[in-house]
């Protein structure tokens, strides 16, 4: 299989992103994300290594274990 190594090769393949998502896409949390992460039991968190390896760490517990501080803050036990 060939490798991708730029944004244009990826573009040729995929193709670019639909007209909607950049209404998807928000510096702070809005209501609906808020609602959500309020209800939600688990969440994934996503780190790499200094050589872009990543790793993704599934945190569960009751719903509203992660704590919203303010729009751009979660509290993650």
Known sequence: MKRIVSKQELRSIMGGAAP???????RCLNGQA????????????????????????????????????NSSTLLIP
């Open 20 to 26: 909607t998502t950049p209404m998807k896409i928000h």
């Open 34 to 69: 808020k609602a959500f992460i309020e209800k939600s039991p688990l969440l994934f968190i996503s780190t790499s290594d200094l050589a872009g390896h990543p790793t993704v760490s599934p945190k569960g517990d009751l719903p509203g274990f992660v704590r919203i501080e």
